[in-house]
């Protein structure tokens, strides 16, 4: 089974010699980010403060320039569906 994890990313502003440390700067919100892990059902629906845990170690560690706090976690039961957008005055890049 497939989870979404969506998260607020933030970015550390300040000395970079002191990343993370108070008083040296502060991390600020930039937007979200979205993750997809593949796990079983079991995990899922039992264990989500283990996935948390496993989550923060890696992507959320103070000290880090950058950092994803999680919003929710949520079971993704299809693949997303991919869109095209055509939008005026807007130029491919």
């Known amino acids: 089974m497939k989870a979404l994890i969506t998260t607020q990313y933030k970015e550390w502003y300040g000395c970079a010699d002191n990343v993370g440390v108070e008083g040296h ?3 600020k919100n930039k937007g979200g ?3 997809v ?3 079983p059902e079991y ?3 039992y264990r989500e403060d283990d996935i948390r845990k496993a989550f923060n170690e890696e992507y959320n560690t103070e000290g ?3 950092l994803f706090e999680i919003i929710d976690i949520e079971p993704c039961y299809r693949e997303p ?3 095209k957008l055509i939008l005026s005055g807007v130029v491919d890049m």
């Open 33 to 35: 980010s979205d993750f």
């Open 81 to 83: 569906q991919p869109i």
């Open 43 to 45: 995990t899922l629906m």
């Open 37 to 39: 892990i593949d796990l």
């Open 64 to 66: 880090s320039f950058t």
């Open 25 to 27: 700067g502060r991390y």
